[in-house]
């Protein structure tokens, strides 16, 4: 079995910066596989994705310094939970702006966990933004995100600090088409979907990750949205 703990975090002034741990689970199951030189089939067990555990949820009050954050962030990564397994730190620059990223970067260089930018675009398309950083359309993190939750694949314990809020956050979560043809997602106004969208961020590079046969599984990840 293989772990993949999220951390994820975004903020923008009217929002809260929000923190996702989120654990990637495998499991064997039985897979045939044909030998066409011999005409024959055989069934073996390989691991195979399972789901993704939601360990943990935190928001920070309103008006908390990025500064104070970067530091909360990089003393969680170096917890022995972390140094276990391997560990990916995502990171929503465009949220927390180029500053802060660095500010995150420089704390955790040389430590347990990979880092990964993601920039939120309106395009249609996923972009490289530079080594280990990618422009990615709201959209894309949209769709992830409601596929795992249909398919079943988030799971959490219902005394999970702030679960009421995830789920009301998905609740009021929309999608809306503008006059001039695009596509919008936003919470309804008054509402925050700084949880829904941290969420999304681990959900959406682990199924990029596995589309693209990359065998590394995502680790324990930290995002700032």
């Known amino acids: ?7 994820i975090m975004r903020g923008k002034r009217q929002d809260y910066t929000a923190l996702v741990v989120l654990v990637e689970r495998e499991e ?6 044909t030998f066409e030189d011999r005409a024959q089939t055989r069934s073996v067990q390989r691991w ?3 789901e993704h555990w939601l360990q943990h949820l935190h928001r920070w009050p309103l008006g908390t310094k990025y500064r104070a954050i970067a530091a909360d962030v990089a003393e969680l990564t170096r917890r022995p939970v972390f140094r276990g397994t391997d560990t990916t730190l995502v990171v929503d620059r465009g949220g927390v702006g180029e500053s802060v990223y660095e500010q995150i970067a420089s704390r955790v260089e040389g430590g347990a966990v990979d880092l990964v930018g993601v920039t939120i675009t309106g395009g249609k398309k996923v972009r490289p933004g530079g080594p280990n950083h990618y422009r990615v359309p709201k959209r894309d993190l949209v769709a992830a ?3 795992a939750v249909q398919n079943g694949e988030i799971k959490a314990a219902s005394e999970l600090e702030l679960w009421d809020t995830l789920r009301d956050e998905l609740e009021s979560f929309t999608a809306e088409i503008t006059e001039t ?3 919008s997602y936003e919470a309804r106004q008054g509402e925050h979907d700084d949880l829904v969208l941290a969420l999304s961020l ?3 590079l682990s199924g990029w990750w596995r589309r693209r046969g990359n065998s590394t599984t995502l680790p324990p990840t930290v995002t700032f949205y």
């Open 181 to 183: 043809g695009h596509d």
């Open 28 to 33: 064997q199951k039985p897979v045939t596989r």
């Open 145 to 147: 995100l409601q596929v």
């Open 48 to 50: 195979t994705f399972s």
């Open 202 to 204: 681990p959900v959406w």
């Open 1 to 7: 079995m293989t772990d993949l703990k999220g951390l």
